[in-house]
């Protein structure tokens, strides 16, 4: 890549996250709805995206890093595409959400220590409460909620999930 190129695909790169700052007005008071859009279009935020705000909010960059880092919403991994996520509060968990994790782990080749598949598809999470107790144990996939999701399920919704992109990818 020729240093012309380089320049042109960083350029690029950061043409979403001027057109963000722009629709805030550039104003430092408005750190999270920006954070909020840059990682809905990134699907995580990256380091020297979240430097580019600190410079262009002239604000220091352990500011903008360290609200990056506060709030559970915001990660600084990459994502994948899908994003599943399973209840492990008590009712879920005594209601089997263990199973659904180690089902979806088994069938995603993920791991404790990896949540997000090589291609970049689905990220697994665990949170402590959906607030839906009452259908536990519960999935969330793409803000779509699950009730009384069996091990079977867990992964049927992934399978379908493959059978859609797939399709789309075909056609």
Excluded: W
């Amino acid at each position: 890549m020729t240093a012309k190129n380089s320049s042109l695909t960083t350029s690029r790169k950061f043409d979403k996250v001027c057109e963000i700052l722009d629709k805030n007005h550039h104003d430092p008071a408005r750190l999270i709805p920006i954070l909020q859009q840059v990682q809905d279009f990134y699907r995580y935020l990256p380091e020297d995206v979240l430097t580019f705000i600190a410079t262009s909010l002239s604000t220091p960059p352990s500011h903008v890093y360290g609200v990056a880092t506060f709030y559970a919403h915001f990660t600084l991994k990459p994502k994948g595409k899908h994003t599943i996520r399973l209840c492990d509060g008590t009712a879920c968990h005594v209601r089997g959400s263990e199973k659904n994790l180690n089902a979806l782990y088994e069938r995603l080749k993920l791991s404790p220590s990896q949540h997000t598949t090589d291609d970049m598809l689905f990220t697994v999470e665990t949170v402590s409460c959906l607030g839906a107790c009452g259908l536990a144990p519960v999935i969330v996939v793409d803000e779509k909620v699950y009730g009384s999701v069996t091990p079977e399920e867990a992964v049927a919704l992934v399978e379908n999930i493959i059978a859609e992109e797939n399709a789309a990818a075909a056609a």
